[in-house]
């Protein structure tokens, strides 16, 4: 490029990085974070169904209400069964418990029925009408909105039909309008929960007998914002099968203490910081350029989780910092990919501006199959693995913009320095693993199903674990016991201590209220909720149990549902993106050496007796992006050197040893702040950090092990 060029290039970079900055700096300055329950507390709502109502429609309501606290804005709940008529519900950091409950409450029991005449049934205008039979319900609405009135004051809400439910609107509207406009028979009422919110004339345009057309009305009613957006809530959330009734409310406590969240904090900032030095260590002056666009990442990341309201738990926050170590891996291609230039042309400007053009295609394709994934995620599913899809999504288009802009400005401004003393970039050699590997001119894949056999062994390992010993499932998935007790003494970190040393590790304890303690535990018998009880009494000196109750799986069928089948989805949309872009083989080989990746997760798991909650779920879903991203890379080189007509195992095994310094790299980069927050911090992120250090194992040693001899395994047929 010329001069010229490269500088109009870099001052559009930098204004764009600028901007991007200040933004960011802006809304980490103004905006506080929401903090989960584990960090802060929140709001505890029990809810109870009538006597006669089944279990399934106590479930079923409970799937409504996940629905609408979604809709409410509040990420990261908690909702569990409790006995067979009550619900629990937790809010993270609701300012306004109050329209939750009400929200919560309704059972919103959409109808709409003709207006026959005057009558008895009170109407928002203040008058009274008779209405006819119900001519739909709540089922035929596919979404419900509030938006500005723009023919009068205040909002309505605007509606879309399904199913039969726009045949029905213009029947109803075809009848109505054969009354004279100003007649009360030409209104159509919307009835909720048994009271009219809205009765509005049939427009005088409309012709009798032809009736509105179309799949969309609006519910109108001089609203305002907070009425509308409630209404329009309630009806998009779908009705309770039953019932609800308001029996409890309170705040709770954070689960975690102030000495854990601590230890984990310096935990994190340890890990980042050892990274930091190792990339500084591995590419000197370049190094130092990836860990100040690392910054900018962070600062990117977080302030636009601030920005959508996101909620923080402590393994959230864990993963955001391991984040910023997976963002280390555009850095790295970025760099590998200079130094080769270097070593071909001996011009740093050049050789750094085509180590970016040359990494472009690899950060691309393994970006977007990320996003693929964390979009399926989000549109799909629901509940946690939904946040986990948006938190995802940013770290995504936060990485890239540090790795292609802040990186590359960084390195723009410092280069005529670098350019008089290549030495001081660290991209001047191809590196001590590089230059080993090429002297030694290894061929990998000579017989690649030695190779396959190795995994077999693997993954027949991992199934046996899981034969053997099964997989133990956290109260998320089981459900268990939510134990109270009230004490004159309070301090949840003695009832955490005397609990685990009693044998209740997992347990997690809130406060409840002013002076109560709420222990929620796995599945336990009587005898261990006795000695649970006597730990309780011994940390507080003397406690008094007021409830013992079943509660059942936080994470519902629906929500593992959904789940499962928006990660199959996800799973299917990266094959074909892969064939697309690369051969339907490396595709196949690629998903693959995911699957086999996720069985040895699980596997592990189950030999290492750990828990499988939430937070695995979690872990496992970041194993799921990070192995696709590395058989990605090596495949994107596998494309580059296909063109020099070569045999296919020794192209496989060229790409693989050629991107092996990257992988190396970036592993050890994530291996730093995972092996601090597994050392160093609470005992709570121990099983996130021991999956995912499973799981980078799993996900690094599977390109290699089993991708690519499945590649050329289905090359040769």
């Not at 329009?232 to 009734?245: M, N, T």
Request: aromatic letters at 6%.
């Amino acid at each position: 490029m010329p001069r010229p060029s490269a500088r109009r290039a870099l001052v559009v970079r930098g204004l764009l990085a600028l901007g991007v900055l200040v933004a960011s700096a802006f809304t980490l300055l103004t905006v506080q974070p929401r903090l989960g329950l584990d960090l802060r507390g929140g709001t505890r709502i029990v809810l109870e169904t009538p006597s006669e109502a089944t279990s399934d429609a106590t479930d079923r309501a409970m799937e409504v209400l996940r629905r609408r606290v979604d809709e409410l804005g509040v990420a990261e709940p908690v909702l569990a069964r409790s006995g067979d008529h009550r619900i629990v519900v937790e809010l993270p950091g609701v300012q306004d418990p109050t329209e939750a409950i009400e929200v919560l409450g309704r059972t919103a029991q959409l109808r709409v029925q003709p207006v026959t005449g005057p009558g008895d049934v009170p109407t928002p205008a203040g008058d009274a009408v008779s209405l006819g039979e119900v001519v739909m319900t709540g089922e035929g609405i596919e979404d419900a909105r509030a938006t500005p009135n723009s023919q009068g004051v205040g909002y309505l809400v605007g509606v879309d039909f399904q199913g039969d439910a726009p045949q029905a609107w213009q029947r109803v509207t075809a009848e109505a309008a054969c009354s004279p406009p100003g007649e009360v028979k030409r209104r159509v009422a919307f009835v909720l929960d048994g009271e009219v919110v809205s009765a509005p004339q049939v427009d005088p345009s409309v012709v009798c007998g032809t009736g509105m057309i179309g799949g969309s009305t609006s519910i109108t009613g001089q609203f305002s914002q907070a009425e509308a957006e409630e209404l329009a809530l309630v009806i998009r959330s779908g009705a309770l099968p039953v019932p609800v009734e308001v029996v409890e409310q309170r705040t709770v406590g954070p689960t975690l203490g102030a000495e854990a969240i601590e230890a984990s904090a310096r935990a994190a900032i340890i890990g980042v910081a050892l990274t930091g030095l190792f990339l500084v260590f591995a590419y000197r002056l370049a190094g130092l350029v990836a860990v100040l666009a690392l910054a900018g990442y962070a600062a990117l990341a977080y302030a636009a989780m601030l920005a959508i309201g996101a909620t923080f738990t402590l393994p959230g926050l864990a993963g955001f910092v391991l984040a910023i170590g997976m963002a280390v891996d555009a850095n790295v291609l970025v760099f590998e990919r200079s130094r080769e230039e270097y070593a071909r042309r001996k011009r740093l400007p050049r050789s750094v501006d085509q180590g970016f053009r040359g990494a472009l295609s690899a950060v691309a394709d393994s970006n977007v199959t990320t996003l693929l994934a964390a979009g399926l995620l989000f549109w799909l599913a629901t509940g946690p693995v939904r946040g986990f899809g948006v938190t995802l999504s940013i770290g995504v288009l936060a990485s890239l913009f540090s790795a292609l802009v802040l990186s590359r400005v960084l390195l723009g401004l410092v280069m005529p320095l670098l350019e008089r003393r290549p030495t001081w970039s660290g991209l001047h050699s191809l590196g001590r693993v590089r230059t080993w590997l090429t002297s030694r001119g290894i061929t990998l894949y000579r017989r690649p199903r030695r190779w396959l056999l190795a995994a077999g062994l693997v993954l027949l390992a991992a199934v046996g674990g899981l034969v053997v010993r099964g997989l133990e499932l956290g109260v998320e998935f089981t459900g268990g016991r939510v134990l109270e007790f009230t004490a004159s003494s309070v301090d949840t970190g003695r009832v955490r201590a005397e609990l685990a040393s009693a044998g209740f590790g997992d347990a997690v304890v809130v406060t409840s209220g002013s002076d109560g303690i709420s222990v929620r535990t796995g599945p336990i018998d009587s005898a261990a909720a006795a000695r649970l009880g006597e730990a309780v009494d011994r940390a507080t000196g003397g406690a008094d149990q007021v409830s013992n109750e079943l509660i059942g799986p936080s994470l519902g069928s629906e929500l593992r549902r959904n789940a499962v089948i928006a990660l199959a989805i996800a799973v299917a949309a990266q094959l074909v993106y892969l064939a697309v872009r690369f051969d339907w083989r490396l595709g196949v080989a690629t998903v693959v050496a995911l699957v086999t990746d996720v069985v040895v997760l699980v596997g592990a798991f189950a030999w290492l007796g750990k828990t499988a909650d939430a937070v695995f779920l979690a872990a496992l879903l970041t194993v799921i992006g990070y192995s696709v991203n590395d058989s990605v890379v090596v495949f994107d080189r596998v494309r580059e050197l296909k063109r020099t007509k070569a045999p296919f195992p020794g192209v496989m095994s060229s790409a693989v040893l050629q991107t092996l310094p990257r992988t190396v790299n970036t592993g050890i980069g994530v291996l730093f702040v995972l092996a601090a927050l597994l050392v160093l911090g609470d005992g709570s992120l121990a099983d996130f950090s021991t999956a995912l250090l499973v799981g980078l194992v799993a996900g690094t040693v599977s390109t290699v092990v089993t991708a690519a001899p499945v590649a050329i395994v289905l090359e040769d047929r």
